[in-house]
């Protein structure tokens, strides 16, 4: 078969759905009699066609969301048409989604989309609604996405979960590091810390009650731990660096910014915890990662977490800071029970790789 994939909406790369987009084509097969053939803004080639075999159509469409929106309405099934492909995937569907589609295709959703349509145009609710209903299959990054796609009175019998994979290469667990400092340039990293990496956004990644709890942490146990908070600014940025900036451990609070994906292994691995609160996650992917890089995790017991962590977290309520704190103290101080859900959660993590989610999205495609 001959397969289309858009990387059109990919935010060249510097997103969550680009990095998913990049770790899939990254993942490709060469040999499996499949021609896979990406298109996209001119302006990517570079992102996803070089260095990997694959070839890649590259289109003069403006690079705004609206232009690429527009071709998707007016041109993509006639694109599909001349290129003579027998199928396509789409996995940036919050941003370009065609309305109908002539070729056989499946789309991609890694978000929840009643959150999403809350707060969506009156066009975006429209091209989800409306594509969601045409498309062939859906491909969903996991069971909770699912639910939530058959509560917005989507087809349940078209909707296939794949879930994310890691990269084991990159995401490892190493046994030796005893360095005082994580040293990521351009951050230099005082041990012993928790770790949280999540953008400054709304409400839901719960920075406030995060930071409550280590405050109560701290208060308790007196330990030399710190908080480190990486991800970039969001509309909760202002708020959420005055709470640390007014905190009474303000000095042991630090806020990276946006920290490049690939050099996430090293700060996990450095951390003594990954804490994450994040209560609308639909994929949960950094709890993942966290696991493999041999790191205990104390996440949240809402959203996809519980199904993407497995047995091997402690679950806590994210409204409670003080529940929240007490996880991070028994993580750090039972030496034995950190020790078993280090060993569970690496065990856990091997479940899940790129090849596979590859493996099995093309099996939904190409029935």
Known sequence: MKIGIDVFGSDHAESGIGSYLFSFINNLPHDDGNEYVLFGNEVDRYTYGKDRGFKYLGLNVRNTLGAERRWHYKKLNSFAKKNKFDALLFPCIEAVLPLTFRTKSAVVVQ????????????????????????VHYIIAASNFIKEDLVKLGVNDKKIYVVHNGIDHKTFFQTLDFDADIVDIKPFAIKRPYFIYGSRLSGPEKKHEELIKAFELFKEKTGLPHRLVIAGSDGEASEKIQKLAFDSKYSSEIFLTGFFPHETFPMLYKGSDACVFPAVAEGVGLPVLEALACGVPVICSNKGALPEIGGKSPLYFDSDNPLEIAEKMEKVVNDKTFRAQMIAEGLAWSENFSWEKTVEDTFKVLCQ
């Not at 978000?111 to 045409?134: E, H, V």
């Open 111 to 134: 978000s929840i989309l009643s959150k999403t349509l809350k707060n969506a145009s009156l066009f975006q609710k429209i091209q989800l609604k409306k594509g969601l209903k045409n």
